[in-house]
């Protein structure tokens, strides 16, 4: 509704400082073929509630310690080492870039959500860091640029992830210019596009990195900037994988989503990270070109993905080895690997394809991932992160490597991906909430705080998750509008209230007319359901899982006196839920009647994203029947 | 019974050609406290039957093709680039040597099996290459000798396989002189043990290799030269482990079994080819230094392996990522590992325990094994092979890698471990059959043929396992012994017949006083079994596996109109059986009532052995009850 800055431009570098500045992550241009649009920064603000506090904690606790992580860790030593400011040889995986990238953009989408002075600080000096190591032609990779100089630029693109690093500087910095306005890393980002520009397409190199996220950065990048040649580097990385070129360096294509191209490709396969990033990266260029027929495939392998590849906590990747999705129905509950960075994967494909089609399916998706499988990777301290989020841990289960669920969470990783890649999702977490159309205002998220778009003012209240109800009220609107609040898929038999008249609320969008002064209620059933998995899905045959709203319950040992591995549940039982708030934080427990061997007993179970606050102990999500 | 000419020097190379010749592996010196002893070579030979149609195949097609595969992937041309004859750089992983060792045992077991001089050719050439290849002072390892002739030997003892390519380097030496009198190989083999011996110990480098086999491999040195530092060696390779000598070199000690000492553990755990070549090691060294503290705490992981880390196929290791153990219970058939090298290792080690106890269930474990995950790993034609031998194979499994069941059996891979693995163990399978003690003979495995020790001769009919019934003839005998016969734990209501009474024969040994001319007729029933896993282990949750004698079952689509998919199992129903000669080279098959969906329908199903030889399409052997 509101016309942004940008230009278009169809060669050269932009100018910066004449770029839009208030925009939220994967926010489309005028152009895009879009059916919501994202609210621009500031307009939704999460106060209170059940995200506010994981928020506080997330800025003062966990992004402070980041900076000492990426310290400690060699991350920014190896950008010194590169910058020829220090000496030695760089310490980390070839990626080590992308974690100090993905920390500066945590830290400003967070200087948005709460300006501070010690925050700036913070980026400016990392920011000089980065900048400084960049080489001279723009090309910026600290790890390959000291390590690799005899073998040099790009020697192994499956592997050497220099795309990736670059398209998380971009999204960083995109993010800083939208946040702080300070265009020092934008310019390290345009100057790196560029010389990727130069390098990579149909009639220069001919190929692409093993890692994607480079292409939804590219395409925001565009946003950005107006540049049309980032867009377009973009559609070339999109279109020019799923040909095989992992082949060229004798790699294995179904890892690297290299085997079938994206617009013809119906599931998502190999590596799940580098799959759901590709699959954002492939919605963002669609809508910017109105490429109908690329956002249909993305739909079908969406609605493929939910179908048979993706776990009830949103979780995504059933395989240890090489962190990918399995076969369709091969959802092992013990053996997920559904790593943190799969569900912000998931999250971030999942809201490009709500926003280009309007479809709560997406905005659902959204929920369970958040609340469940992205959750569930940090600890209620904020600062102890999973790497691997399974939905069960057995007894005797012996922890083999560093990111082993059976050690608990933990501080940091050798391979640090998801850390930093939390603190963003959090920061940037009130993007999520809304989007607006011509028609007026749209609720996806339920969280207290204040939503305003185009003269539009929500208040919202909910103790939501623990609650069903969601008071909106309008405080102010310039004429009537239509608030559309989600119904998720779960809550049969909502309600909402408005102008005194309370009607039933169908799964998908409840559409309201409201202008200002209007209250309207959202009631969403918060009985404990039990869910039984597809019939294919051998792991978890015979056995159901507890939900309770948009949460998913677990049984852990630290809740019963015999061994959660010999659990049974009474599935026809009513199930109760007490909130206790001296419980993990505050959570709502869920009990159910079951049995161990002879005995009958009484089974708590915890929120999922909840485990492991108390030890690393036996758990289950999926529960045999008695 | 009879006494070796095995001498025990304490130091000091052996004089080789003055050792036995004649015995089996794994043939425990007359000191050692063992309760069986394994017969001479030749002393049981398998004629007809299942098996020998197998092992005929082994020798003409697949060892002879093994020499050319050799040739292609590199491995003998890595020896002459090592001797010098020829230059380039080695190619193929850097154990490259150990598949030749292994061809190498698998020629001179056949050569006893079925003397050839095309046999002994093969030898003596690949012998003399391996002998050109050997350092001056003892050590060989083609590939660290070229490609790593930088970094030194040793440099990175947890992956760098120096140990494990000496160890099959002894087995196949031993092998050799023992079945062929050629000490060709015996010579490079006392080399580089005393190269090590020198290396190697408490008082001298303190380090042990990642990948186990070496142990066993200089136990039988030991056995075969007397040379008694060999056997020192060895026990010290077995206590040096287990102390976490691996995280010197920053590496998880859990893969290497380096976590727990040996004789401390209480399971298997990690990678387990190395854990179960481990422990065939520790067995080895128990008997020959009557350890009984070591002997027991092996049982006590064999047992806790079978009880809660063994697939009904006898197939060991759950996991894909690091081709490990998992969790007691997590058994996925679809994502089973259970490689066939691991399988062969389970074999050996069994076959030791045996030895050791007499205790039936490990001939029990034996049959299993080799009837089920072992034999799955070749295909009918004998010359294509499975590293992984899953459970289950879904409907629309993509094949991600070199070894994906999803391809089929191949011919050979990348990490050739696999095949010529398989050739030793066919080549030597005969000696599984029997032992002797003090009291006469034990059979333990059934196939037709013969079997001779200590003046008793014997002659075995016998359909096995299609047939249950075993006819042992007493050909000659110097006077009354007793007859062993292993009754499997499967076989409930077997019965013995003998001196034309016939009595029951419980699972375990059935013991008959014989003489010559005596015929004892074993009978074991035949019905099919339905079998339930253990509650723990979730991923067989509800299923059931329908055996038949030895042999595991599976239900394969290419005999069903239905997906396999959705195959449910009438588990109360009798299931049937019928001998179809034309199908899968002859085999009974399976036949049981069950349904699809609401369609009722007759399933068919395979021995598990056979599947994928009509195309690797969908297969499950645990069923789910209607």
Request: hydrophobic letters at 40%; charged letters at 25%; a negative charge.
């Amino acid at each position: 509704m509101t016309a942004t800055s940008a230009r278009t431009t169809d060669t050269g570098s932009a100018d910066a400082s004449s770029a839009s500045s208030a925009r939220r992550p994967a926010d489309p241009t005028p152009a895009a073929r879009v059916t919501l649009r994202p609210l621009g920064l500031g307009e939704a603000r999460i106060a209170g509630g059940f995200w506010a506090p994981r928020q506080h904690v997330n800025a003062t606790a966990a992004i402070t310690q980041g900076r000492a992580r990426l310290e400690e860790a060699g991350n920014l030593e190896n950008l010194r080492i590169a910058a020829g400011v220090s000496s030695g040889e760089p310490v980390g995986p070839i990626f080590a870039d992308s974690d100090v990238h993905k920390w500066l953009e945590a830290v400003a989408w967070e200087y948005d959500r709460r300006p501070s002075e010690e925050l700036l600080e913070m980026q400016r000096e990392v920011t000089a860091l980065v900048a400084a190591a960049q080489a001279d032609d723009g090309y910026l990779n600290s790890v390959v640029q000291v390590r690799h100089r005899d073998r040099g630029r790009y020697f192994d693109l499956p592997w050497s992830h220099e795309h990736y690093c670059a398209g998380h500087l971009i999204q960083a910095a995109v993010a800083q210019v939208r946040c702080t306005g300070d265009t020092a890393l934008l310019d390290v980002a345009v100057k790196l596009a560029d010389h990727l520009a130069e390098t990579f397409g149909e009639d220069r190199r001919h190929d692409v990195d093993g890692h994607p996220v480079i292409e939804s950065a590219l395409v925001e990048l565009h946003r950005e900037t107006g540049v049309a040649r980032y867009l377009e580097l973009a559609r070339y990385f999109v279109e020019a994988r799923g040909h095989g070129l992992m082949e060229s360096y004798g790699k294995e294509p179904t890892y690297f989503s290299d085997r079938v191209p994206v617009r013809e490709a119906t599931t998502v396969e190999g590596h799940a990270v580098r799959a759901v990033y590709l699959a954002a990266g492939a919605a963002d260029v669609a809508v910017e070109l109105g490429d109908d027929a690329l956002l249909q495939a993305l739909r079908t392998q969406f609605d493929h993905m939910l179908a048979t590849k993706a776990y009830v906590t949103g979780g995504l990747g059933s395989r240890w080895d090489w962190e990918a999705f399995g076969d369709p129905y091969e959802l092992p509950a013990d053996r997920a690997y559904a790593e943190t960075c799969a569900a912000i994967g998931g999250v971030q494909w999942a809201w490009r394809m709500l926003l280009a089609t309007g479809d709560a399916r997406y905005a659902d998706a959204i929920e369970r991932m958040l609340f469940n499988g992205f959750l569930a990777g940090i600890s209620l301290s904020g600062t102890e992160y999973f790497y691997v989020n399974p939905l069960q841990l057995r007894a005797d289960a012996h922890p083999d490597e560093n990111r082993s669920p059976a050690h608990g969470r933990r501080g940091w990783f050798a391979c640090a991906c998801c850390p930093p890649n939390v603190m963003r999702t959090l920061a940037s977490l009130d993007g999520y909430l809304a989007t607006r159309d011509d028609s007026g205002v749209q609720l996806h998220q339920y969280a207290p705080g204040t939503v305003t778009a185009d003269g539009i003012a929500l208040t919202v209240e909910t103790e939501y998750p623990w609650d069903g109800r969601v008071r909106v009220g309008v405080d102010a609107a310039p004429g009537p509008f239509t608030l559309a609040l989600r119904v998720p898929a779960w809550a049969e038999g909502a309600t909402v209230t408005a102008g005194g008249a309370t009607r039933p609320a169908e799964p998908g969008y409840v559409r309201v007319d409201a202008t200002a002064g209007d209250v309207v209620e959202l009631h969403l059933p918060m009985a404990v359901r039990t869910t039984t998995a597809h019939p294919r899905v051998d792991a978890v045959r015979g056995c159901v899982a507890l939900e309770r709203g948009p949460l998913v319950y677990a049984a852990e040992q630290a809740d019963h006196r015999v061994p959660v591995d010999d659990l049974h549940i009474d599935a026809d039982a009513r199930a109760g839920a007490t909130h206790r708030p001296d419980l993990l934080g505050g959570v709502t427990v869920v009990t159910a009647r079951g049995s161990s061997g002879e005995e009958e007993l009484d089974l708590t179970l915890v929120p999922y994203f909840a485990w492991a606050n108390r030890g690393a102990g036996p758990m289950r999500v999926w529960i045999p029947r008695a």
